[in-house]
């Protein structure tokens, strides 16, 4: 294992995360603020409580993933698709690193990244909304899954982009709304049932279900359906990777 | 002992059908500082590209210093050092961070000490706290140098390294790479400047088309490709070449003050003899004899000329 080699990396993306810190932390804790004031205060309080918890609560849990997935990504897929763009990528595929030690070190810092963020905007949302944790652990790890497994997928994007706008069009076209309608400012109960069969196949349903039971012990679907379907992700990203270091899809002609 | 690289069976032929690289065989020894000459788009980038992991060889193996540089990766690239043709660094760091990020990814533990005598060898000391974007192309050149240089690499690649370069940065890397070949280092670099493979080379490869055409000693080369020249420099100038001389195809030079001779070395009978008696006997006389060895750039010219 290169050790020195993971913690080069590991350094030099969390240095370039100090150095954009307005765009990497201080932006999207301002937007996920924003939505605590329009939709947990002004909002919010016109909404009656879903299930004993008040809607400025309830939505914490979702905002915190949506931050969380969007972060993950666009950490991950900028921090492997600029060495591409410049062609400083060439040092990398000429060091003796392997695959691994490459994604553990990218997806290792993108996964920090947004977890930091995570705190920060839960720590911001209990300056506006009283906040309980149920369950401190599963919350734990519920995070740090999300950001792991949505760093990796940020960084498969990273590595099929071939352009800006490929980088921009997943993130805007797909997580965003599977995130809004995958239940981050609703119960899916809310749904008409035709409709709540349908977001069953949207995967972030899980996640953010999953991520809301360890704080109200309020959920969707049950707990183990919900990290279940973490996992399996994570597992379809791991497997996908796989295959584009083997072959050396769009990194190596 | 095994070569420093070495080279079997290459092929790398491109998705788009482009074959860059065609049967490579090269062995590059312990040491040495060898050239790879050949014109833009022979396969110079390709064939380093390819040792150097960041191409895919289609066919083929290559060792380095005895490692196979797929099976082996980490043995083989941890002893290479790349410097690219293209100037691709990481704008917003700095001089020092960036080099020392580059001896990390090669997996060797930090060792100020010796990034300073790089950066002071290639004078960025002083540039060491600045970004790379505030510096001038010859300055960011030698980040890349240092770069390459971090984790004290036993083969090094320059690939065009003096392309578009001032006269002080070739100097002083020139300077570099001397030092590195006495400490034992092995240089392959890559150039269409024949000059300059000429000045530092000790073995010269040629290439193009993809294909190795020859790899040789470089005073070698120069000899059995050397032809020479025999220049007259005439007392009268002259509008053309005296019929009698006619069987010595010589050239006339533009302002008919010179003749100009041809011939090989490597033959028995040069004719020169017979050029100077048939000269007298023509009348012409000269106030100046010049002879010289072919350049590189005429060696290389006529190689290519062959092939085709």
Redesign the interface.
């Known amino acids: 294992m290169n050790l020195y080699a993971i913690k080069a990396i590991y350094l030099f993306e969390m240095h370039r995360t100090w150095r954009t810190i307005m765009q990497s932390v201080i932006s999207p804790v301002i937007s996920t603020s924003l939505y605590f004031v329009v939709f947990g205060s002004a909002i919010g309080g016109r909404i009656p409580e879903i299930s004993g918890v008040s809607y400025g609560a309830f939505i914490v849990p979702g905002l915190i993933m949506l931050s969380l997935l969007t972060q993950s990504i666009s950490n991950a897929s900028f921090g492997i698709y600029f060495p591409k763009f410049v062609g400083t990528i060439y040092e990398l595929l000429s060091a003796p690193v392997s695959y691994l030690e490459i994604v553990i070190a990218y997806v290792g810092a993108a996964a920090t990244k947004s977890i930091i963020l995570g705190v920060i905007i839960l720590g911001t949302a209990a300056l506006f909304v009283p906040l309980r944790i149920d369950h401190p652990f599963m919350m734990l790890l519920f995070l740090v899954l999300t950001a792991v497994t949505f760093s990796l997928f940020g960084f498969i994007i990273g590595i099929w982009a071939d352009g800006f706008e490929k980088l921009q069009l997943v993130p805007l076209m797909i997580i965003t709304p599977l995130t809004f309608l995958g239940g981050s400012f609703y119960s899916i109960e809310m749904l008409p049932p035709f409709w709540q069969k349908v977001t069953l196949f949207n995967p972030v349903v899980y996640l953010i279900s999953g991520f809301r039971w360890s704080f109200f012990s309020l959920s969707d679907v049950h707990i183990g359906i919900s990290l279940a379907m973490t996992a399996a992700f994570l597992l379809a990203c791991i497997l996908l990777l796989r295959w584009i270091f083997k072959t050396g899809y769009r990194l190596k002609s | 002992m095994s070569s420093a690289i070495s080279v079997s069976g290459l092929y790398k032929t491109?998705?788009t059908g482009f074959e860059a690289l065609k049967n490579i065989n090269l062995d590059i020894r312990h040491g040495e500082i060898f050239a790879l000459l050949g014109p833009n788009g022979a396969g110079k980038t390709t064939l380093i590209s390819a040792i150097?992991?960041?191409?895919?060889p289609t066919s083929g193996t290559i060792l380095a210093d005895g490692h196979d540089i797929i099976k082996e990766?980490?043995?083989?690239?941890?002893k290479?050092g790349?410097v690219?043709q293209?100037l691709?660094?990481?704008?917003?760091?700095t001089v020092w961070?960036t080099v020392?990020?580059?001896?990390?990814?090669?997996?060797?533990?930090a060792k100020p000490a010796h990034i300073e005598k790089i950066l002071k060898e290639l004078s960025l000391w002083e540039k060491r706290d600045s970004k790379i974007i505030t510096l001038s192309g010859g300055m960011k050149r030698r980040v890349m140098i240092a770069?390459a240089l971090s984790h004290e690499p036993e083969i090094l690649f320059l690939d065009e390294p003096t392309a578009g370069v001032d006269v002080e940065l070739r100097r002083d890397m020139w300077n570099v790479v001397r030092a590195l070949r006495e400490s034992g280092v092995t240089i392959i670099l890559t150039t269409h400047y024949i000059e300059e493979a000429q000045q530092m080379a000790d073995r010269i490869g040629v290439i193009s088309h993809g294909e190795i055409i020859l790899v040789e000693e470089k005073a070698e080369l120069m000899r059995s490709l050397g032809k020479k020249q025999l220049r007259l420099f005439l007392q009268e100038k002259r509008g053309e070449v005296p019929e009698a001389l006619a069987r010595y195809e010589l050239e006339l030079s533009a302002d008919g003050g010179e003749l100009i001779y041809h011939y090989d070395t490597q033959k028995d009978r040069t004719g020169i003899t017979a050029l100077l008696k048939d000269l007298d006997k023509a009348g012409v006389r000269f106030k100046d004899i010049q002879t010289r060895e072919s350049s590189l750039e005429e060696i290389f010219v006529n190689l290519v000329r062959e092939r085709k």
């Open positions: 491109y998705a150097c992991g960041i191409v895919n990766y980490r043995a083989a690239r941890s290479i790349l690219p293209e691709t660094t990481d704008a917003f760091e961070n020392s990020f580059s001896r990390g990814l090669f997996g060797k533990p770069k």
